[in-house]
């Protein structure tokens, strides 16, 4: 430790120079607020600015050119062996050397920041949230950073030996693996482990490039030639163990299947209810998740590719209407192009499969009911495939003038359209798609949307309703439509949000003096239901678990939050009401929406089978089996609650 | 059991790619006294200086010094050792001051008032950097640093190379000085044998990395004698060779119409069979200088590498 201190001491006085060069840099950035043309700026932030900017630039800079020619110069000129002629170590040689140069290139950054301590400027810079670590980053660890890879890099150009093959194919392995090790924590989004498994990847390479110089020097000793030799090898075998190592840690972190789930969420559910697309968390894995279908009864499951949380569109799974069929796109980094996949939901051992198909990013899939044909709406043309066969049936350019557009099968041979119009008024359309003949006929033109409005359709797309406020503050207005050809109904005055029942009935939750009514109004119009749930304040609807039976959830514990939700169940003929689980959280959010195929956002009121899904104290997903009347659990959760 | 000798190579050989620069080298020099390894350039002497102080590992065999294996053990044993390099590496931006004080700090055995009682005597400026000053200066530096870690053993590997016959004197001076205030070892190499033969105990020739010779100097220059006699027709070639062959003629033959030759093997009893076998009229036998001998062994073939 003593002669490494010597070393030390000894290589920074002889660079003295450059704590005189930091002062003067620090002093340009003293002056920089009286510069001409800067009056107006505040004269703290430009120090601080600039004595940042320079440091930083400083910092790296020395790093660069004393970390090549520290040892590596040395050894060029012969001059190491002053150094060996002693008795001292030769890892004392090269850490005294190493940590002279460091030290040296921090005192110089700490000395150009000196003038953004002035008015504090520096001091309410690192008050911004994460600052401090990038400034610990980009002040400490890069300068660290670059000098042990210039210093690598200073070995290697001057022995210019044989191994510079090695070095090179270690480079372009290690930025192969590099790249490949992040990309799945790129594309799901997952920044914490994106962050643990590049970082230990840059740890292992300074690392390994310290453990190379030092046993460089170790070996070689005074000799450039062999030095090289042993650098390269040291470097690369060191590297090799460590990215083995992080290799190893990152397959672990991504090899979890649901059983591991520790965490779940519930992204989309077969409309039948049987398979669940769930994303889950498993214990120790970071943000890692896995996303995949489950089957909700025998506990199969069926990888599917990560995305990033709260894509917009295409990442959501598509059902068929009878659940027999899935389709999804692939996962690609950025706005790269990517591939159809779908999957037979009715097979023993359903598996994931690719098609040819390749689309864009933000293209949208629809199945038809049984599952037979897709239709990919992407740039204003809707292509419809038969799926097994990847067989194009037809390639419909819609109209220009539409705006925001939805899309789905009414039957296996034609498509209804749903779009808001291009003008200013922006009106509903209506249309049908002969998909034999490319016809597209517009059926009708229904209300001018305005911007807060929003659509309802019931489970079989065939009534529709209106929600719009034309200005922030007014009464909404309700208009009733069938969703087949555009018919006007009725205007409905119902305070609240309405939504549909399975029989087409239009049931709405509403809360007011402190008393919660259910309210059930027939679609025609007619005779209102209207049930007071006296006392029961703090109520929301989660769904039609069963036909009129409507899923109900308060607060368990009104004065603590983490207690969860009573979930009850409501009969809208009787107004009897049960418990049915406590402590539950919703597996799915607020509303269940259906973002429909390009914009046009569906409020998606019926589904049962969705309604039926909790997430229990444990964070296990259950569901409420209506045969048992029992909260079965589906997947996940801690061992200990 | 023996006394462990100062300096001990044993099989030593390096070896750069296909190049032999030292091959299969043993020698042993004892406590006290100078030896000096003397080679043409590209001989191996630098890389058996190298592998001596532990700076380069040998391909084959190995080194002691003090008693220590100089690539194993190199810290350890330069605690005693110190070192001349043949170009003085001390950083060029430090001065003598300053290269004093990490000195002190690095070697147990450091005596600062020797060191600036030489630079003293020798006029080396304590405040100017190693890059400004002269050669002599430099290598004055170097040898002070090197004297003050009160070695066991000091390696010097052609310490008068581009010194100036005053300089070259005024260092081994130096040399003979310290040797006489105490016990040291010196383990030279050298071009400058003139200035060797009066100060080396024992000399060692490396040719083509192998050595030629080691043994005492005046044992040596014992050996070797150039021997003159009178030309004559009265005695063919033939006799005066094999006669010759006695006394050890180097280069092998003698050639036609020369009467001299040298000898590496001169006695007596060799002499006098050489006059039985080539009755010729022997008018001289001189001894030969270090430099004469050199240039017999190593002369006629081409430098080493």
Redesign the interface.
């Known amino acids: 430790m003593?002669?490494t201190?010597?070393?030390m001491?000894?290589e920074v006085?002889?660079r003295r120079e450059l704590f005189v060069l930091a002062a003067a840099v620090a002093v340009i950035a003293a002056i920089v607020p009286y510069l001409p043309g800067v009056e107006d700026a505040d004269s703290v932030d430009l120090r601080t600015v600039a004595s940042l900017t320079a440091a930083l630039a400083l910092g790296w800079l020395m790093a660069v050119i004393l970390g090549a020619q520290i040892i590596g110069r040395d050894l060029a000129d012969?001059?190491?062996?002053?150094f060996?002629?002693?008795?001292?170590?030769a890892l004392a040689i090269w850490a005294g050397k190493a940590a002279a140069a460091i030290v040296t290139v921090w005192l110089c950054e700490g000395i150009v920041l000196l003038p953004s301590l002035h008015g504090g400027g520096v001091y309410h810079f690192l008050m911004g949230e994460g600052i401090v670590w990038i400034a610990v980053v980009g002040f400490l660890a890069v300068p660290l950073a670059l000098y042990f890879l210039a210093h690598a890099v200073g070995i290697m150009a001057r022995a210019r030996t044989a191994w510079l093959f090695l070095d090179l194919a270690g480079c372009v392995l290690f930025a192969v693996l590099a790249w490949f090790s992040v990309v799945p924590y790129l594309t799901m989004g997952a920044r914490i482990a994106l962050l643990v498994v590049g970082g230990s990847l840059a740890a292992s390479l300074v690392f390994a490039l310290a453990a190379g110089g030092a046993i460089g020097l170790a070996?070689g000793?005074?000799?450039l030639r062999?030095t090289h030799g042993a650098l390269s090898l040291a470097l690369w075998g060191t590297l090799a163990l460590l990215c083995a190592a992080v290799v190893v840690y990152s397959g672990w972190l991504r090899d979890f299947g649901p059983s591991n789930f520790e965490r779940v969420e519930v992204q989309t559910v077969a409309p039948d209810g049987r398979w669940v697309e769930t994303i889950g968390w498993a214990e120790g894995r970071l943000d890692v998740y896995r996303r995949c279908l489950v089957s909700v009864g025998d506990k199969r499951w069926l990888a599917l590719p990560a995305q990033p949380r709260f894509h917009s569109r295409g990442v959501q799974l598509q059902y068929s209407s009878d659940g027999s069929t899935v389709v999804w796109l692939g996962s690609a980094t950025g706005d790269a192009p990517r591939a159809v996949w779908w999957a037979d939901l009715g097979r023993p051992d359903p598996s994931a499969r690719p098609t040819n198909l390749i689309v864009a990013r933000d293209s949208a899939l629809v199945l038809s009911a049984e599952g037979s044909r897709v239709a990919i709406h992407e740039d204003g043309t809707v292509s419809i495939y038969e799926l097994d066969g990847e067989r194009m049936i037809k390639a419909i350019r819609l109209p220009d003038d539409l705006g925001p557009t939805a899309i789905f099968f009414p039957s296996p041979d034609a498509l209804r359209v749903f779009a808001r119009t291009a003008d200013n008024d922006q009106s509903l359309l209506m249309a049908e798609v002969d998909i034999a003949t490319g016809e597209f006929a517009r059926t009708s033109e229904l209300d001018a949307l305005a911007e807060l409005s929003w659509i309802g359709v019931d489970a079989a797309w065939e009534r529709l309703v209106i929600w719009k406020r034309t200005e922030p503050g007014h009464v909404p207005v309700k208009n009733l439509y069938r969703a087949t050809d555009g018919t006007f109904v009725r205007s409905v005055n119902l305070p609240g949000f309405p939504r549909f029942l399975q029989d087409g009935r239009l049931v709405i939750l509403n809360q007011e003096d402190r008393v919660t009514r259910l309210i059930v109004a027939p679609f025609e119009g007619g005779e209102r239901t209207v049930h007071e749930l006296a006392g029961r304040e703090g109520y929301w609807f989660l769904g039609e678990v069963v036909p009129n039976e409507i899923a109900l959830s308060r607060l368990a514990d009104p004065l603590d939050r983490r207690q969860g939700l009573r979930v009850e169940l409501l009969n809208v003929d009787t107004g009897e009401v049960r418990l049915i689980g406590a402590h539950l959280r919703r597996a799915f959010p607020w509303f269940q929406w259906n973002s429909g195929t390009s914009g046009v956002v569906f409020w998606y009121n019926s589904q049962p089978a969705a309604s039926r899904l909790f997430i229990d104290q444990r964070g296990a997903l259950v569901r409420w089996d209506p045969e048992t009347d029992e909260l079965l659990h589906v997947v996940g959760g801690r061992r200990k609650p | 059991m023996g006394v462990e000798p100062i300096v001990k190579l044993d099989g030593l050989a390096v070896q750069y790619g296909k190049l032999t620069a030292v091959d299969d080298l043993s020698l042993e020099v004892q406590k006290g006294g100078i030896y000096a390894l003397l080679g043409r350039n590209g001989s191996g002497k630098s890389s058996t200086v190298r592998c001596l102080v532990g700076q380069q590992r040998p391909t084959a065999g190995r080194a002691r010094i003090l008693g220590f294996d100089a690539w194993k053990k190199r810290r350890r044993a330069m605690e005693r050792v110190g070192v001349v390099p043949e170009n003085p590496d001390v950083p060029p931006e430090t001065t003598a001051d300053r290269v004093e004080r990490f000195m002190a700090r690095v070697t147990p055995f450091w005596r600062s008032a020797k060191y600036f009682d030489r630079l003293e005597r020798m006029h080396v400026p304590r405040k100017q950097s190693f890059a400004r000053l002269s050669k002599g200066q430099q290598r004055q530096l170097a040898l002070a640093l090197a004297l003050a870690s009160s070695p066991r053993l000091l390696v010097l590997d052609d310490p008068t190379l581009g010194l100036d016959a005053v300089a070259r004197r005024k260092l081994y001076e130096e040399l003979i000085g310290e040797l006489a205030e105490r016990e040291m070892t010196v383990f030279l190499t050298t071009h400058d044998l003139a200035g060797v033969e009066g100060i080396a105990d024992r000399v060692g020739i490396i040719q083509n990395g192998s050595l030629l010779v080691n043994e005492p100097i005046e044992v040596l220059k014992a050996r070797y004698c150039r021997l003159t006699w009178a030309a004559t027709d009265q005695v063919p070639r033939q006799r005066i060779e094999a006669g010759l062959q006695h006394l050890g003629v180097v280069g092998g033959a003698v050639v036609a119409g020369a009467n001299e030759a040298v000898v590496e093997k001169f006695s007596e009893f060799g002499f006098d069979r050489f006059r039985q076998e080539a009755p010729v009229d022997v008018t001289r036998v001189d001894s030969l200088s270090l430099e004469e001998i050199f240039i017999a062994l190593c002369g006629r073939e081409p430098g080493g590498r």
Do not use: E, H
């Open positions: 003593n002669a201190m010597a070393v001491v000894r006085a002889a012969g001059r190491l062996g002053f060996f002629a002693r008795p001292l170590g070996v000793r005074i000799d062999r």
